[in-house]
């Protein structure tokens, strides 16, 4: 079993300067929907990791799915027709959302980035100034 030390490496180990400053620290309330769940939904993260088990099976098992109308295994719909083909359907769907929440993610982290880099940068010609061009 991991420790919590262990747990904690894996968790910060590329990051090693937001574990300084984030390590221990809870979510904002505001950001609950991606850690508490309710009584109508899951939070994002228990979604999402659900999806990527499915994902997997599909990986693991894609050669495998019955092809063809007549196989047993297929489940059935109103209409007789198999769902596995809308079924991949809407699984791609729902790749296509949490690929669009991702990159919203990450555009986030790409403006907090420009923007503490930018801030380092106007603190450094302050300072600059401050001391008389002398670092």
Request: proline fraction near 4%; charged fraction near 30%.
């Amino acid at each position: 079993m991991l420790s919590e030390d262990g747990y904690e490496h894996r968790m910060w180990g590329k990051y090693p300067g937001l574990r300084h400053f984030l390590s221990g620290k809870r979510s904002h309330p505001k950001h609950d929907r991606f850690f508490t769940a309710t009584s109508i939904t899951d939070t994002y993260f228990d979604m999402e990791k659900r999806f990527q088990d499915v994902l997997a099976l599909i990986r693991s098992y894609r050669a495998e799915l019955p092809e063809g109308p007549f196989s047993s295994v297929l489940p059935i719909t109103k209409d007789k027709s198999p769902n596995i083909a809308r079924d991949l359907i809407n699984a791609a769907r729902e790749a296509e959302g949490w690929a669009e929440w991702h990159k919203h993610e990450a555009d986030l982290l790409q403006n907090a980035a420009r923007e503490l880099k930018d801030l380092g940068s106007k603190l450094f010609r302050w300072q600059g100034r401050k001391s008389g061009g002398k670092y």
